[in-house]
């Protein structure tokens, strides 16, 4: 399983964000889908979560109400919505799959594979 990240940039706070990953596996439907970000100098975090079917969701506290996580099966794509933006969110953004559950997972050792990330930063 493959997965490439886009969608990444320079933006002002306030401002708005949409990252795509893109799967090269065909049962991507069949795997919950996670987005974690690393800052420099801090540990990678859950930011939101999707089950296979796109029916449940789960998000970080500090980004719960501005991110949307979303998927589309048919295009083996899930996507992170992020608006209002803040300095704080400046990091590398990953997509992650996990084999193993059906419902949304905020631990990232439950996830089998990883994009290569794609950075986003939000000047102030």
């Known amino acids: 399983v493959q997965l490439q990240a886009s969608g990444g940039g320079f933006v002002q706070a306030g401002g708005s964000l949409r990252l795509s990953c893109a799967a090269s596996v065909r049962t991507f439907s069949t795997y919950s889908m996670g987005w974690f970000r690393q800052a420099p100098g801090k540990e990678r975090e859950f930011v939101a979560a999707?089950?296979?079917?796109?029916?449940?969701?789960y998000y970080a506290d500090s980004v719960k109400g501005r991110f949307t996580i979303s998927r589309d099966n048919a295009k083996n794509t899930v996507y992170l919505q992020m608006n209002s933006l803040k300095p704080e969110d400046t990091a590398v953004y990953y997509c992650a799959a996990n084999r193993d559950s059906t419902v949304p997972n905020p631990n990232s050792r439950k996830y089998d594979y990883w994009g290569q990330g794609t950075q986003v930063t939000v000047s102030s």
């Open positions: 999707i089950s296979w079917s796109g029916g449940r969701t």
